[in-house]
């Protein structure tokens, strides 16, 4: 004799399999659209504040005719300077994503410091902290003697933003704008500072 208790959890399971297999295909053609998250932008929207994951210090660079849309931040800084990406047209930009507590950035930073006052009114330099308070962003900007101006993006509004241009994938990331503000190259990890000066150049060398 069918144990009816049985026959019901059976028909109730059947029903959960196929409902969950429907779902799953109108789900299906949504993820193959969007592909695969940026790692860093997962974890900047779950909210964890871990914001790293280690660079290997790999280049790539974006040829003119495969850039997207100038990048967009609109932002106040930790020391009040007023952060507009339009008023970037004309010039090269480097973006450098950090946070104090990051091996990787604190090896890069005399490099940026060291570019940063060598092409001093040719090319404007932004951090984006991705982790620390303005207390502690601070002292590492008075260890390193950074005079730059960075953005606080605890909460990841940048790092998210950023995927529609290019993904960040590592902390530290390092970006470099051509004189549109489109993404031309994309370090990451430590940005050393031959390889970070030649890409600059490029964009410089670069007609609008």
């Not at 090269?92 to 006052?117: D, G, Q």
Request: proline share 5%; with cysteine; aromatic share 6%.
């Amino acid at each position: 004799m069918t144990d009816p208790i049985s026959s019901q959890a059976q028909r109730l399971g059947r029903r959960t399999f196929l409902r969950a297999a429907m779902l799953g295909a109108a789900v299906l053609p949504l993820a193959a659209c969007v592909g695969e998250e940026d790692p860093l932008a997962k974890q900047a929207r779950e909210g964890n504040n871990k914001n790293y994951i280690a660079g290997d210090g790999s280049v790539q660079e974006y040829g003119p005719e495969s850039r997207t849309a100038p990048v967009e931040i609109n932002a106040v800084a930790y020391d009040g300077t007023k952060i507009d990406s339009s008023t970037w047209a004309g010039q090269a930009t480097v973006l450098n994503f950090w946070y104090a507590a990051c091996a990787p950035c604190r090896i890069e930073a005399p490099h940026l410091v060291e570019l940063s006052k060598e092409f001093e009114g040719q090319v404007g330099f932004v951090g984006i902290n991705v982790r620390d308070e303005k207390e502690a962003a601070e002292a590492f900007e008075r260890t390193f003697g950074i005079k730059y101006p960075s953005i606080q993006d605890t909460q990841g509004e940048i790092q998210l933003a950023m995927t529609k241009y290019v993904p960040l994938q590592a902390v530290p990331t390092t970006l470099v704008l051509d004189k549109q503000g489109r993404v031309s190259a994309r370090i990451l990890g430590v940005a050393e500072k031959t390889t970070l000066k030649a890409l600059i150049n490029t964009a410089l060398t670069e007609s609008l």
